[in-house]
């Protein structure tokens, strides 16, 4: 079946302006996580969504980030007033519940910053 | 604060040879512990898990071994292909209130020679 998808694969902005991020997950998939990878580092944890319950934000860098997800599906990242520093991959992944380490990744978003 | 990290960010070898990938992490609650492959342009994929109850687990060509006492964990690749080639991440869960947050370490760079 289809794997984790997210759209744009390339994005381009000013700074200060406004970008959404999106990710479709696995169907049936009810944990969805989005991470940062900065070139040559590894994965920031930013947020993780399970089912109906309150997702951990602890990652978020500032309140410049929020993230959403309608009906237990789609996300949206959403970067407000974007900075140069916020130039990276952002990586969506999903699982089933807590599967553990088993978390299916997408291709990422590379957003550039100018 | 807690972190995941690995000894050598490169690592070359012929096709055929065996290779082994290291990680050195501080935190000593985490109680599970992952490695994912990420080729270039793609999302990690996961390889190989390991609780804190265990100290070896093997998968197909691969083996985790962890070693609490120093809190290290390797993951050895046999008779590494060319196709193996990639970034190998480890990761580490804290469990309890981190329950669904990944921490990842910076990666190794595997090139395989043929």
């Known amino acids: 079946g289809a794997g984790v998808s997210q759209s744009p694969s390339n994005k381009v902005t000013e700074k200060g302006k406004d970008v959404e991020l999106r990710c479709d997950p696995i169907s049936g998939h009810t944990a969805l996580y989005w991470y940062r990878q900065s070139l040559g580092q590894g994965l920031e944890f930013l947020i993780y969504?399970?089912?109906?319950?309150?997702?951990?934000k602890s990652g978020l860098p500032s309140d410049r980030f929020s993230a959403e997800r309608t009906g237990g599906s789609v996300s949206t990242l959403t970067i407000q007033r974007t900075q140069q520093e916020d130039s990276a991959v952002y990586l969506c992944?999903?699982?089933?519940?807590?599967?553990?380490?088993?978390?299916?990744f997408g291709p990422g978003t590379r957003l550039t910053v100018t | 604060g807690e972190s995941v990290g690995l000894h050598l960010p490169t690592l070359s070898v012929q096709e055929g040879d065996n290779s082994i990938i290291n990680c050195a992490y501080s935190?000593?609650?985490?109680?599970?512990f992952i490695w994912y492959k990420q080729e270039s342009g793609k999302g990690p994929q996961f390889i190989i898990d390991i609780r804190s109850n265990m100290d070896k687990r093997q998968g197909q060509r691969v083996t985790v071994l962890l070693n609490k006492t120093v809190k290290h964990l390797s993951l050895q690749i046999a008779a590494t292909q060319p196709g193996d080639s990639a970034v190998y991440f480890c990761a580490e869960n804290a469990g309890g209130t981190s329950y669904g947050k990944l921490t990842f370490g910076q990666g190794t760079i595997l090139t395989v020679h043929p």
């Open positions: 935190n000593s609650a985490s109680d599970y």
């Open positions: 992944a999903s699982s089933l519940e807590w599967a553990g380490g088993e978390q299916y």
């Open positions: 969504f399970q089912g109906n319950s309150a997702p951990d």
